[in-house]
């Protein structure tokens, strides 16, 4: 069983860029997923969230109608779209699997599976 973060990489401010979260050894159709960011020498926190059949969505307030979390589960993936990125979105991102979505949502210890993370750089 195994996430598996991908897409990040070094962008201007104001750019635009796309991760991804694929699964192996299990499908991600009966999980909701959560993104989850920590940038050097800080907690990891909360990013967003979609619940396992996608209708339902939740984001921090610092990225909120810039980010969007989505998921196609015949492709087994979910997606965080990330436009007009800022200097304090740099970080590595984690995906993050867990059975259903409840109010704990925005706690990392919530999750049961996590990806090794991706690294988005934003320059100025």
């Known amino acids: 069983v195994q996430l598996q973060a991908s897409g990040g990489g070094l962008v201007q401010s104001g750019g635009s860029l796309r991760l991804s979260c694929t699964a192996s050894?299990?499908?991600?159709?009966?999980?909701?997923i959560g993104w989850f960011r920590q940038a050097p020498g800080r907690e990891r926190e909360f990013v967003a969230v979609?619940?396992?059949?996608?209708?339902?969505?939740y984001y921090t307030d610092s990225v909120k109608g810039r980010f969007t979390i989505s998921r196609d589960n015949a492709k087994n993936t979910v997606y965080l779209q990330m436009n007009s990125l800022k200097l304090e979105d740099t970080a590595v991102y984690f995906c993050?699997?867990?059975?259903?979505?409840?109010?704990?949502?925005?706690?990392?210890?919530?999750?049961?599976?996590w990806g090794q993370g991706t690294l988005v750089t934003v320059s100025s």
């Open positions: 993050a699997a867990r059975p259903t979505l409840n109010n704990y949502y925005r706690d990392h210890a919530a999750y049961v599976y």
């Open positions: 050894g299990f499908s991600l159709e009966s999980y909701a």
């Open positions: 979609i619940n396992e059949s996608g209708d339902l969505t």
